[in-house]
């Protein structure tokens, strides 16, 4: 005598309530899903798409500021124009912002990935104050008059090692909280045992603790590039003159009281855009993990 087995989930309504609940769960997580993902086209591709297009126009009609298709392409007279304008100040502008950028880059993983080390590794009375005074580094704004008083007495106002400085100064507090962070997930046996067989303090960093930081170091890379790169404030208050032009300020060529040549500006700002996007797309898929690195231990 056969038995004929019947599956309880296809007749239990409880189950059958269950997976009619989780259907309507995943669909309106899908709809979220889409919806943020057409959002963030939305708000980040639509101003670079008027960017794009109106480089591509003549004065005349980037005069017009809409999105509507050029009726001719003007992309490599318009870069020649930028390029050549006052005698190639956006070459010497390239320089600059690349120096300052790459230095500052050097300087604050160096810088900070020691305090991030000391911190992380030695905790004292002084621990607690020491991170207030990170924190007030983040918080509190930093004072232009003051600053180019100090560097004038010292000499650096104008100058490339003064504006590295003052980049450095404003990045340091996020960039240390970054490698405190991730220098949790490096084990202090690994200083224990490079310490007994007669491995010095400077030999255990620079050696050892350093190259595993790169995580957390492609993060600063990206994070600080982009951050000194675009900054526009901070030149034009502490490296100020024609041959220290960064790139942000070229931007201030073909804008003026009566008349601005909107697809120049364009065309320029196009022009520095690209080195960040090459950046981001080289190190893009380091950025979360090195900022997430050290949450969860």
Not at 77 to 95: C, H, L, Q, T, Y
Not at 118 to 136: G, Y
Not at 256 to 272: A, D, E, G, Q, R
Request: proline share 5%; glycine share 6%.
């Amino acid at each position: 005598m056969s038995r004929i087995v019947v599956n309880e989930s296809k007749t239990n309504p409880t189950v059958i309530k269950k997976s009619k609940v989780q259907k309507r769960r995943k669909f309106w997580k899908m709809i979220l899903e889409c919806f943020a993902v057409l959002s963030t086209l939305g708000i980040f591709g639509i101003p670079f798409y008027f960017v794009i297009i109106n480089a591509f126009k003549n004065t005349q009609e980037s005069a017009l500021l809409n999105m509507d298709w050029p009726s001719s392409f003007h992309l490599l007279e318009n870069m020649k124009e930028v390029i050549s304008a006052r005698d190639g100040m956006i070459i010497r502008a390239f320089f600059n912002s690349f120096m300052i950028t790459g230095f500052s880059i050097i300087l604050l993983i160096i810088l900070g990935a020691a305090a991030g080390y000391v911190l992380q590794r030695k905790v004292s009375k002084l621990t607690p104050f020491i991170n207030f005074l990170i924190l007030a580094g983040l918080i509190i704004p930093p004072a232009v008059v003051p600053t180019i008083w100090v560097l004038q007495e010292i000499g650096l106002f104008k100058t490339m090692p003064g504006i590295v400085l003052v980049e450095v100064a404003l990045n340091l507090p996020f960039t240390i909280i970054l490698f405190r962070g991730f220098m949790v997930t490096i084990p202090r046996s690994l200083d224990e045992a490079a310490l007994i067989d007669g491995c010095g303090r400077f030999r255990l960093f620079f050696n050892i603790i350093l190259p595993l930081l790169k995580p957390v170091s492609a993060t600063v890379i990206v994070l600080t590039a982009v951050s000194v790169y675009n900054d526009f404030v901070n030149p034009l208050y502490f490296f100020p003159g024609a041959e220290n032009a960064t790139l942000q300020l070229t931007l201030y060529n073909f804008m003026s009281m009566y008349i601005t040549k909107w697809n120049l500006l364009f065309t320029n700002v196009l022009l520095i855009s690209i080195p960040p996007l090459i950046l981001f797309i080289i190190f893009n898929k380091k950025i979360v993990s090195g900022m997430t690195a050290g949450s969860v231990k």
